[in-house]
């Protein structure tokens, strides 16, 4: 149970803030040698219902507003939801895409803590030089359809362990002139669809009957905790990034890839 608690903090911290979720519950599992095949898949099902949880919450009233806009969505006139909409659907087909194209190299090649080092510290200097830009000052309802895309391609490229999603994507929107706040607002919610379909994927890989009473508790543990963590976390990185840069989290990044270094040096 204590592990299930564990995981399920790690997910919630992980996913939102630009440390990569995946390199730290790899890095996590490889330490504690919990590697506990259909029923962890089950496990991250539930960790990531938590954290689609907290994203939905945080944000339902960008969400309400859009679903009332889908009527005008494709008129000339859309309004700033209808047009965000927009936006967030051409920013999700990269990942769509590569995500079928390219899943089985991923899983087979790059999920290694080589590479991981590697993602995490090219991630900590692509934060140090886009914190050296010239500011941006665009909000969320200037993101542009290039704007859109290439976060969606940032995005897509996060499928590699130890990149970040929300990293990749920010970077992006701040490179591109938004800013610091605006970029983590889209990101978050581009992230949405991304989210989900990574439940249905992992739950779709499930066999039939592995959810059973015994373990229900675990799942519960993991999804409860990812959700509130995951919403604890939102809240605070967004006011968080508004006075303060992401050298920090380079400086993290930086930390973490030696360290896993060391660990492969030593092992």
């Known amino acids: 149970m204590l592990i299930a608690a564990l995981l399920g903090v790690v997910q919630g911290l992980t996913e939102f803030l630009p440390v990569s979720s995946s390199a730290h519950l790899l890095l996590v599992r490889e330490l504690l040698g919990w590697n506990s095949g259909q029923f962890g898949l089950a496990f991250d099902v539930a960790c990531h219902l938590g954290t689609l949880l907290a994203v939905v919450v945080f944000f339902w009233h960008d969400?309400?507003?859009?679903?009332?806009?889908?009527?005008?969505?494709?008129?000339?006139?859309?309004?700033?939801a209808g047009r965000q909409v927009q936006m967030l659907v051409l920013g999700t087909l990269p990942i769509a895409v590569s995500g079928l194209a390219f899943e089985d190299v991923v899983e087979s090649s790059l999920r290694t803590p080589g590479v991981t080092v590697f993602t995490l510290s090219l991630g900590a200097v692509a934060f140090f030089l886009v914190e050296r830009m010239p500011r941006g000052i665009g909000d969320r309802r200037t993101v542009t359809w290039f704007m859109a895309l290439a976060m969606g391609v940032a995005q897509a490229i996060a499928l590699i362990p130890g990149v970040s999603r929300s990293g990749a994507t920010i970077v992006v929107g701040m490179s591109l002139g938004l800013s610091r706040s605006a970029a983590a607002h889209f990101a978050f919610l581009l992230g949405l669809p991304a989210i989900m379909a990574a439940v249905g994927h992992t739950a779709i890989a499930l066999e039939p009957g592995e959810v059973t009473g015994s373990v229900v508790l675990w799942f519960l543990t993991g999804l409860v905790m990812s959700a509130v963590v995951g919403y604890a976390v939102i809240a605070w990185f967004l006011r968080y990034i508004v006075k303060h840069s992401l050298d920090v989290f380079a400086v993290y990044r930086l930390v973490l890839a030696g360290a896993v270094l060391a660990w492969l040096w030593g092992a």
């Open 63 to 80: 969400l309400t507003a859009m679903a009332r806009s889908l009527p005008s969505v494709l008129s000339t006139s859309p309004g700033d």
